[in-house]
T-cell receptor, first 115, second 112 residues
């Protein structure tokens, strides 16, 4: 069966540009999560969606970061005016329902490099 | 491919031996714990989880132990195989939240 799919797998862009990262969760999973992973560290939470709404966006580092999930399935993480410090692997995960106490299933991430 | 972590603690074990990977968690209110395996260039892969009302849980070749008194979690891998080589992360969460807090990973190297 299909797992969490993220595209593109790699993205290289220049400082100041706008990027969009896409996540296609496991079919039927209502909960979707975005994390960011820097080299040598564990993933850090960014935002959680339950259905179409962002239930918790407390991990977004600043207002340059925004995410949407308009139909409750695919989600897009958007980064405006990218900075070199945004370079990282952006991971998406999904779970059947929200509420914790259940495994989150991760995609292979998008490796974002800001030159 | 690019390594998941270049400066992580490393555990080297002989193929066929048992491995024990340790993790200290931070929040005494955490009630759900999970172990992930991450290979280079891949996302974290679920291994096993445990709730705080348990102190041990077994899976296929893996066992997770939870000691709430000292906020310690361990992952035991029996008969370690070359395919077990990866970075291992523990994560915690607590009721009412949905985000995982990941610990510092450990790189497991299996020696032939």
């Amino acid at each position: 069966g299909a797992g969490v799919s993220q595209t593109p797998s790699n993205k290289v862009t220049e400082k100041g540009k706008y990027v969009e990262l896409r996540c296609d969760p496991i079919s039927g999973h209502t909960a979707l999560y975005w994390y960011r992973q820097s080299l040598g560290q564990g993933p850090e939470f960014l935002i959680y969606f339950q259905g179409t709404g962002a239930a918790d966006d407390s991990g977004l580092p600043n207002d340059r970061f925004f995410a949407v999930r308009p139909e409750g399935s695919v989600s897009t993480l958007k980064i405006q005016r990218t900075e070199r410090g945004d370079s990282a692997v952006y991971l998406c995960a999904s779970s059947p329902t929200g509420g914790g106490n259940q495994p989150q299933h991760f995609g292979d991430g998008t490796r974002l490099s800001i030159l | 491919g690019e390594s998941v972590g270049l400066h992580l603690p490393t555990l080297s074990v002989q193929e066929g031996d048992n491995s024990i990977i340790n993790c200290a968690y931070s929040n005494s209110a955490s009630d759900y714990f999970i172990w992930y395996k991450q290979e280079s260039g891949k996302g974290p892969q679920f291994i096993i989880d445990i709730r705080s009302n348990m102190d041990k849980r077994q899976g296929q070749r893996v066992t997770v132990l939870l000691n709430k008194t000292v906020k310690h979690l361990s992952l035991q891998i029996a008969a370690t195989q070359p395919g077990d080589s990866a970075v291992y992360f523990c994560a915690e969460s607590y009721s009412g939240t949905y985000k995982y807090i990941f610990g510092t990973g450990t790189r497991l190297k299996v020696l032939a």
